[in-house]
Antibody, heavy 120, light 107 residues
Framework: EVQLVESGGGFVQPGGSLRLSCAASGFTFSSYSMNWVRQAPGKGLEWVSY????????YYADSVKGRFTISRDNANNSLSLQMISLRAEDTAVYYC?????????????WGQGTLVTVSS | DIQMTQSPSSLSASVGDRVTITCRAS??????LNWYQQKPGKAPKLLIYAASSLQSGVPSRFSGSGSVTDFTLTISSLQPEDFATYYCQQSYSSFYTFGQGTKLEIK
């Protein structure tokens, strides 16, 4: 069974940093590209970042470029999102999402999400 | 970025109704269009990919159609578990974007 479990969310002040993690199991993690998608409270979905299976391709939404860094550890089946210079508008539930095999951008499995709250 | 616009933003319907949600892209996205269902407090679930392909395990009452810029999600006969929010999403550009969502409520 495919499982994605996020962790690392919490409360942080504006300008602060946080590192999110996503533990993957039930599939060959190294064969799939992965993403982070977020959802502000009561709002819609916003794609945040993409990383290819080998980490050779990485993309970010304009709203987080230069502040967020996506990475992965295929040996340990984990995905990370390092977030710095956090702003109030980064407050959201952050989901890791797997791409359907060979179909980047089609998110077929999602984690349960981890809440990040940026507030003074 | 490619803008995705859904209509309506909300919709009231009854069990057994046929429902259609539309999604329009700001430029051509061929058939790179996905549909997701999200229930309160839960992660989104992929329903339809590549505009018209049914994701494994999704009931056949869900169907998708369209290409280029105009797409539709149809639920042929609403069931109680279908009341949720639905999002379209383009995967044509590497900078993926979602529609604003359509909340489907019980009439």
């Amino acid at each position: 069974e495919v499982q994605l479990v996020e962790s690392g969310g919490g409360f942080v002040q504006p300008g602060g940093s946080l590192r999110l993690s996503c533990a993957a199991s039930g599939f060959t993690f190294s064969s799939y590209s992965m993403n982070w998608v977020r959802q502000a409270p009561g709002k819609g979905l916003e794609w945040v970042s993409y990383i290819s299976s080998s980490s050779s391709s990485i993309y970010y939404a304009d709203s987080v470029k230069g502040r967020f860094t996506i990475s992965r550890d295929n040996a340990n089946n984990s995905l990370s999102l390092q977030m710095i210079s956090l702003r109030a508008e980064d407050t959201a539930v952050y989901y890791c999402a797997r791409d359907k095999w060979d179909l980047p951008g089609d998110f077929d499995y999602w984690g349960q999400g981890t809440l990040v709250t940026v507030s003074s | 970025d490619i803008q995705m616009t859904q209509s309506p933003s909300s919709l009231s319907a009854s069990v057994g109704d046929r429902v259609t949600i539309t999604c329009r892209a700001s430029q051509s996205i061929s058939s790179y269009l996905n549909w997701y269902q999200q229930k309160p407090g839960k992660a989104p679930k992929l329903l339809i990919y590549a505009a018209s392909s049914l994701q494994s395990g999704v009931p056949s009452r869900f169907s998708g159609s369209g290409s280029v810029t105009d797409f539709t999600l149809t639920i042929s006969s609403l069931q109680p578990e279908d009341f949720a929010t639905y999002y379209c999403q383009q995967s044509y550009s590497s900078f993926y974007t979602f529609g604003q969502g359509t909340k489907l409520e019980i009439k």
